[in-house]
């Protein structure tokens, strides 16, 4: 772990093995942004609950990374969510915890969107997440 700007930041160097686990050739990885605003909670309050959840993060069905997104100027928060194909992806939005996410009272204006990822070039450019295209 380092420090950047007062923004922790998380060295992914032990994932290697876990991208391309049960992968198969055409499976093409997905990314997901979410943002939201806080709502009648610091970023304190906040920072602590997400510390809570994060080991429900870490265990959900192929999920690959999350990056916790934060810019208290404007008041967004989020996470930029790396999925191992578009069907994980779907399995969370469909599921238990985005749902609570979604319904969370604490946040607002809470806002999706899911993008497609090219493997190859992305293999490219993260040399510590493994990526078979």
Excluded at 4 to 33: E, F, S, Y
Excluded at 49 to 69: E, H, R
Aim: proline residues 4%; charged residues 25%; hydrophobic residues 40%.
């Amino acid at each position: 772990m380092t420090r950047a700007g007062g923004v922790l930041i998380v060295l992914l160097t032990d994932a290697t093995p876990a991208m391309g686990l049960g992968r198969r050739k055409g499976d093409a990885m997905h990314a997901q942004v979410i943002t939201f605003g806080l709502n009648g909670i610091t970023e304190e309050q906040f920072r602590e609950a997400c510390g809570a959840d994060a080991p429900t993060f870490a265990s959900l069905p192929g999920l690959l990374a999350k990056v916790w997104l934060r810019d208290p100027e404007t008041n967004t928060y989020g996470g930029l969510y790396l999925w191992d194909d578009q069907e994980a992806y779907e399995r969370y939005i469909k599921g238990e915890v985005f749902n609570a996410i979604k319904t969370d009272q604490n946040l607002k204006n809470v806002e999706s969107r899911d993008f497609g990822v090219f493997d190859d070039l992305s293999s490219l450019t993260m040399p510590r997440l493994r990526v078979d295209a």
